[in-house]
Every structure is written in structure tokens, then in C-alpha cells.
């Protein structure tokens, strides 16, 4: 069952959500809406690193299908402390195949959490998975 919601009460791993949102909020709200992923990514693993946060930077995940690997691996763009995707984007709104992403990478990786922020808006807009 995927939940989605922006709903911060009763959810799984609220204080850790709380602090990643709240970096991305500090990421958005001195770099703006504009720049490509990358600079916010870049921009991301510094506040992670300044909040001795732990995290994988494109952490690759290997798809096995019916007891085989496939050849094409799916890349994160973080996991933080071990338990959360996080999946930057920076377009004009968060479309239902970065959901569908989302969810695959939490098929994929065997965690419960994904977000999604978008830093393309003029407020950062984000979105809660859960697996």
C-alpha cells in the first residue's frame, strides 16, 4: 500500500523528516528557484555535512527480477541516515512519474520513506511516500 501526504502529524519518521525538509527549505531559501539539480544537490550535501547528518550521495540500487540482476541499476539521488530517499527535482511541479520513481526505489532499496522536493517553485514544494 503507497501513501502519499504532506500531512507532518503521526507519520513515520517525523523528526528526521522535519530536520531534511527543513534543510531543503534552508537550501531554497538562499539559492531560490532556478537552478538545475545538480547545484541543489550540491547545495544539499553541505547542509548534511554541516548537520552531521549521515547520507549516500546517488546510492545504486540493483533490480532483481525473478532471481536475476538486471543490467540497468536505479541511482538515488541521497539516502539519508541509512532509511529515507530523498529525490531532488527542480521543475515547475512534482509530476506522478517522480512518484512512480519514488516508489521503485523503495521496492528496490526495502525502505519505507521516500521525498520528494522540488526546488523549481518559488516556495519548495515537496511530497511524502511511504511503502
Request: net charge negative; hydrophobic share 45%; glycine share 6%.
Amino acid at each position: 500500500m503507497v501513501k502519499e501526504y504532506n500531512d507532518m502529524n503521526d507519520i513515520l519518521y517525523k523528526e528526521e523528516s522535519y530536520k531534511i525538509i527543513g534543510l531543503c527549505m534552508e537550501v531554497h531559501n538562499n539559492l531560490g528557484a532556478g537552478f538545475l539539480e545538480i547545484v541543489y544537490k550540491d547545495a544539499l550535501e553541505y547542509e548534511f555535512k554541516k548537520a552531521i547528518i549521515p547520507y549516500d550521495r546517488e546510492k545504486r540500487y540493483e533490480v532483481n527480477y525473478k532471481g536475476i540482476i538486471l543490467p540497468h541499476q536505479f541511482y538515488a539521488d541521497f539516502v539519508v541516515l541509512d532509511k529515507i530517499i530523498l529525490e531532488v527535482k527542480s521543475v515547475q511541479g512534482i509530476a506522478d512519474e517522480f512518484v512512480a520513481q519514488a516508489i521503485n526505489y523503495l521496492k528496490v532499496s526495502g525502505n519505507r520513506l521516500a521525498l520528494i522536493t522540488n526546488f523549481g517553485e518559488l516556495k519548495l514544494n515537496y511530497k511524502r511516500i511511504i511503502l
